[in-house]
């Protein structure tokens, strides 16, 4: 099955992130995704079997443990890909309890041989692929509004035509912040 580790997102930060989302979408060409499929991953995993799914659920538990919610600040719009064929995500401004808690489960996987993209950590959320993306300048945008994130989970995704499908197949809350 192909998997990943994701901080899911607070509803009203996923309100804000579709809306943001929405206006982008009225000026430029591309396939925006679905505000369910929102998410910020930690770890890919890419495809494993049973047995790894289960000892990524055990790393899940070790790398969460005693960890607090992470603050989602957007801080910037970038691209990865040619601006003719482009995803487009949504950056998340440097947490440092965000990137411990990115460090610690890439830690605790690859303690338990759990294979997962080894690329750095660059937390954003992507909004769309196959986007076009002009050289005039975009809309005015309000960026979301800052939300501690306390859910990490484990998903299945499933790729189709219409795009890709996730499903839960484990979830660890994080500690509530320390204000």
Wanted: one cysteine or more.
């Amino acid at each position: 099955m192909r998997a990943f580790i994701a901080l899911e997102l607070p509803t009203d930060f996923t309100d804000d992130v579709a809306a943001m989302a929405r206006r982008l979408s009225a000026s430029l060409d591309g396939r925006f995704l679905d505000r369910s499929t929102y998410h910020l991953t930690l770890a890919f995993l890419g495809d494993i079997d049973d047995a790894e799914a289960s000892r990524a659920m055990d790393a899940l538990d070790a790398a969460c443990a005693g960890s607090a919610s992470a603050l989602l600040a957007s801080d910037s719009l970038g691209k990865f890909g040619r601006p003719a064929d482009a995803t487009l995500w949504l950056g998340i401004a440097p947490d440092p309890a965000l990137a411990t808690l990115a460090e610690r489960v890439r830690e605790e996987l690859a303690a338990r041989d759990v294979p997962f993209d080894p690329k750095p950590f660059r937390p954003h959320i992507t909004l769309g692929r196959r986007v076009h993306i002009p050289k005039k300048p975009l809309p005015p945008l309000a960026f979301p509004l800052p939300a501690q994130a306390q859910t990490v989970t484990l998903f299945k995704s499933t790729l189709s035509r219409d795009g890709a499908e996730y499903k839960p197949l484990y979830t660890v809350e994080l500690a509530e912040p320390n204000l």
